[in-house]
């Protein structure tokens, strides 16, 4: 079992920008271990947002390239998701996921 904990999220004015981290542990071998955001706004299906791989090779949502990052950090068991040029359409909470374990969510909220 692992253990994921988000933090970061808040409310932030259009185009402005935010970094959500993903503390995990339990256990886990994070540097064996992919990583993924997703996001979930009300009414509409949760959907993946970035990915990592455990060599760091990455993917993104059509919607979000080219203004969010993830990364990684192994030696201190971290994911992060850097968002910039925020909208109000990504407005959601935002959960980490690793191994088929969700963390319990943070809200991020875009202002118009």
């Known amino acids: 079992q692992v253990q994921l904990v988000e933090s970061g999220g808040g409310l932030v004015p259009a185009g402005g920008s935010l970094r959500l981290s993903c503390a995990a542990s339990?256990?886990?071998?994070?540097?064996?271990?992919?990583a993924a955001w997703h996001r979930q706004a009300p009414g509409k299906e949760r959907e993946l947002v970035a990915a990592i791989t455990r060599g760091s090779s990455t993917n993104y949502a059509d919607s979000v390239k080219g203004r969010f990052t993830i990364s990684r950090d192994n030696a201190k068991n971290m994911v992060y998701l850097q968002m910039n040029s925020l909208k109000p359409e990504d407005t959601a909470v935002y959960y980490c996921?690793?191994?088929?374990?969700w963390g319990q969510g943070t809200q991020v909220t875009v202002s118009s």
């Open positions: 996921a690793m191994n088929g374990n």
């Open positions: 339990g256990t886990i071998i994070f540097r064996l271990s992919g």
